[in-house]
């Protein structure tokens, strides 16, 4: 059973869909990967599995639980988290307070929890008392990883988790989503960097106009002309 299932997923934000017929899977273990051009949907799909988008149709299953219908805030405690791309931390509350929020919805004692995640994310431990406002873009994003993994997800998805960040902070964060993956997590990340996508990706799903036509092991993906399917012109990879 995959840790994430979409099938047939369309959504919007008015009546006019901008995702239709979206299916996807994401394994316990693996890295999942969406790229696209920008304004394909990759966000929107993300906001609708999460729940704060309905779909429309489809159906999401975190494991053998049906959460299609189900408010968006209960979603983290049956193990499915969203780190959004923007926004993502409580700049006024410290590192470990910003913890403290992330393990609210998390069962039993979550002081060895925090501790567990602090001595993994060791910039952070570094800066446990600090305001989240005083870090780095990168230290922020990397907070608002470890806030969600307070819940000890099955499933994390990341919208663009290393926009903005410079290469060597890029491979910091790559790091930790290969590492929770190794976990057993199942990880779903929209990724701009199509070379990052490729490289630390099992499975990639290309979203163009709202559709995924395109996916494959990333082994398979690497071989395509992307530009071409970007553009939109999938079928000249069909020849
Ligand atoms: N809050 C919103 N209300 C209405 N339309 C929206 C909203 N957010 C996004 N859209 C529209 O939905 C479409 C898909 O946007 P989305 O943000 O999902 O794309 P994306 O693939 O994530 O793009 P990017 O690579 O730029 O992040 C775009 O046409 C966008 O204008
Ligand atoms: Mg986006």
Redesign the pocket.
């Known amino acids: 059973m995959p840790a994430l299932l979409a099938e047939n997923v369309t959504a919007?934000?008015?009546r006019t869909p901008?995702?239709t017929d979206i299916s996807l899977s994401v394994e316990q273990g693996t890295v999942t990967t969406i790229i696209?051009?920008?304004?394909?949907?990759?966000?929107?799909?993300?906001?609708t599995v999460v729940g704060i988008l309905r779909a429309s149709t489809g159906r999401i299953m975190v494991g053998d639980l049906d959460i299609t219908r189900m408010p968006g805030h209960q979603i983290p405690r049956h193990g499915l988290v969203y780190v959004p791309?923007n926004d993502n931390v409580f700049k006024n509350l410290t590192v470990r307070e910003n913890l403290e929020v992330g393990g609210f919805a998390a069962k039993g004692n979550t002081d060895a929890r925090m501790e567990e995640i602090l001595s993994i994310f060791t910039d952070l431990n570094k800066a446990r008392e600090k305001k989240a406002g005083f870090l780095s873009g990168g230290q922020q994003n990397l907070l608002a990883i470890a806030r969600s993994l307070m819940v000890e997800p099955s499933v994390i998805v990341l919208?663009?988790p290393t926009a903005g960040l410079s290469p060597a902070y890029t491979d910091v964060v790559w790091n930790q989503i290969e590492r929770i993956a190794a976990s057993g997590t199942g990880v779903l990340v929209?990724e701009?960097n199509v070379e990052r996508a490729l490289k630390h990706a099992h499975f990639v799903h290309i979203?163009v106009a709202?559709s995924n036509h395109v996916h494959g092991l990333a082994s398979e993906i690497v071989a395509l002309d992307l530009a071409a399917i970007f553009l939109g012109r999938a079928e000249a990879n069909r020849s």
């Open positions: 919007g934000y008015g901008i995702i696209g051009p920008n304004g394909a949907g990759k966000s929107t799909f993300a906001k791309q919208d663009e929209v701009q979203f709202g």
